[in-house]
Nanobody
Framework: QVQLVESGGGLVQPGGSLRLSCSAS????????IGWFRQAPGKEREGVSC????????NYADSVKGRFTINRDNAKNTVYLQMNSLRPEDTAVYYC????????????????????WGQGTQVTVSS
């Protein structure tokens, strides 16, 4: 059974940092692309970042470029999202998602491009 579990969320002040983790059980992440999405109250779920299976290609939403970094440790079966210079508008539930593909193609910005989802972790940026 495929299971993704996010962790690392919390309350942080503007300008602060958090590192989210996405761990998998029941299968190996190593040959799959992984995406991070977020959903703020009253808004649609939006793509934040994607990393391909070999960690040679990543993409980011314009709103997080230069502040967020995605990486992966296939030995630990975990993908990370390092979030720096956080802003109040980054407040959302963050989800990781798994696709059967190995690359981060045009599909990677869309919810429909992914097959499995974690339960989400809350990130709140507030003073």
């Amino acid at each position: 059974q495929v299971q993704l579990v996010e962790s690392g969320g919390g309350l942080v002040q503007p300008g602060g940092s958090l590192r989210l983790s996405c761990s998998a059980s029941g299968f190996a992440l190593s040959n799959k692309a992984i995406g991070w999405f977020r959903q703020a109250p009253g808004k649609e779920r939006e793509g934040v970042s994607c990393i391909n299976s070999g960690a040679t290609n990543t993409n980011y939403a314009d709103s997080v470029k230069g502040r967020f970094t995605i990486n992966r440790d296939n030995a630990k079966n975990t993908v990370y999202l390092q979030m720096n210079s956080l802003r109040p508008e980054d407040t959302a539930v963050y989800y990781c998602a798994l696709t059967a593909r190995y690359d981060c193609g045009p599909y990677s910005n869309y919810v429909s491009g992914y097959d499995y989802w974690g339960q989400g972790t809350q990130v709140t940026v507030s003073s």
